[in-house]
């Protein structure tokens, strides 16, 4: 009896699989995988549910940990649920960055990093004009950007690296441009959701070898993997606009949402993705960076085999018997295949 119920169960999950798929709404429907997967009607489907859509309430980190207030970027995290936000606040420069704002970024992705109760971290720029249009131009100086100091700075460069390094997703949220050092930025985050008045480019108008700029670091590797080396050859030399669904087909951006659903389907994401393990997600991360990042990728990804070994017995049998001052048994553990 139980191999006709084994039968019955497997003929079901083959007539999910071969179910015809409904096409998707056309008004304010999203076309991508958050959406089908709405449609299948499989046990982990059945487990999970829907994944939530609400709104979440978000509580401002007014200060960093030393007490110093935020003035050029606002930090937010979720109520109840592992979502930090991270905006950069400069909307009247099209969220051009200063070396304070980097500090303050640097800060604040310091802290979703370290609060073990964040698992996702979104990355955007205030208002729906830009996510971020690169370097405060009129900081420029002959030694990188300078305001309170007066020296230059290009310390977007380790905010790059940080992210790059965070062992948890970080999303891009893009509404409006993301143009010169903020198209960087956005390409070091893991993910990014474009709102379809997006604009990329490294970069159009006045901006990138057309102000004689240039990222020869992330910006020009980073860029050549995701859009492969012909592309990037034409971003950067041609430095162009490319229109939101241009970068969706040319692998840029991972969605395209009118501009009105970009929060709700970037919170969805992080939704999807704190679902998940968050070990497995932080190997993934360091592992997807690792051949590219070298000796630095290799590194992130050796820690965290060392950070899951110190949780065995096996680890754990090594350090007991040095502080216990005998010899470790590790005959007790297999030798695998
Ligand atoms: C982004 C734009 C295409 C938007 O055009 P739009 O017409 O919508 O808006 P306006 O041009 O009128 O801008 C409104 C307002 O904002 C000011 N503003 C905009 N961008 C910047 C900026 N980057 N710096 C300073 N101010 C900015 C603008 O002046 C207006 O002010 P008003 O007072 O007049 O109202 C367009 O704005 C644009 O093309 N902006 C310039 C983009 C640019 O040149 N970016 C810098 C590229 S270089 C860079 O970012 C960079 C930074 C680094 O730290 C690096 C480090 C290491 C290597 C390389 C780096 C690097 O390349």
């Not at 139980?2 to 999910?16: G, I, M, P």
């Amino acid at each position: 009896m139980s191999d006709v119920n084994t039968a019955r169960k497997r003929l079901a999950v083959v007539a999910n699989h071969l179910a015809p798929v409904r096409p998707a709404p056309t008004t304010g429907g999203l076309i991508g995988p958050s959406n089908c997967s709405a449609l299948i009607n499989d046990s982990y489907h059945r487990i999970h549910g829907e994944v939530p859509t609400h709104e979440p309430v978000w509580e401002i980190v007014a200060c960093d940990e030393n007490g110093k207030e935020f003035t050029d970027i606002i930090y937010e995290k979720a109520v109840g649920e592992a979502i930090a936000k991270i905006t950069i606040n400069r909307p009247e420069r099209r969220n051009a960055f200063r070396p304070h704002t980097v500090k303050e970024l640097i800060r604040a992705f310091n802290d979703a990093r370290d609060d073990s109760l964040v698992g996702v971290i979104i990355f955007t720029g205030k208002g729906t004009k830009a996510f971020c249009s690169g370097g405060d131009q009129a900081l420029r100086s002959k030694d990188g950007y300078a305001d309170y100091e007066n020296f230059g700075r290009l310390n977007v460069l380790d905010l790059q690296v940080q992210i790059r390094r965070l062992p948890k997703p970080v999303i891009a949220m893009v509404a409006g441009y993301a143009v010169g050092g903020g198209h960087v930025l956005h390409m070091v985050c893991d993910l990014t959701i474009a709102a379809d008045n997006a604009i990329f480019g490294q970069t159009g108008g006045q901006t990138g070898p057309k102000v004689g700029s240039f990222d020869a670091g992330y910006g020009s590797s980073i860029m050549s993997r995701l859009v492969g080396p012909k592309k990037a050859r034409e971003m950067w030399f041609l430095a162009r606009f490319y229109s939101a669904s241009e970068a969706e087909k040319m692998g840029l951006v991972n969605i395209v949402v009118p501009l009105e659903k970009l929060e709700q389907e970037t919170v969805k994401w992080c939704r999807e993705i704190l679902r998940n393990s968050p070990t497995a997600i932080r190997v993934l991360k360091s592992s997807l960076n690792a051949v590219d990042d070298g000796h630095a990728g290799l590194q992130e990804l050796g820690g965290d085999t060392t950070l899951i070994f110190y949780g065995t017995e096996e680890g754990n049998e090594g350090k007991t018997a040095y502080v216990e001052r005998r010899r470790p048994d590790f005959s007790k553990f297999p030798r695998r295949p």
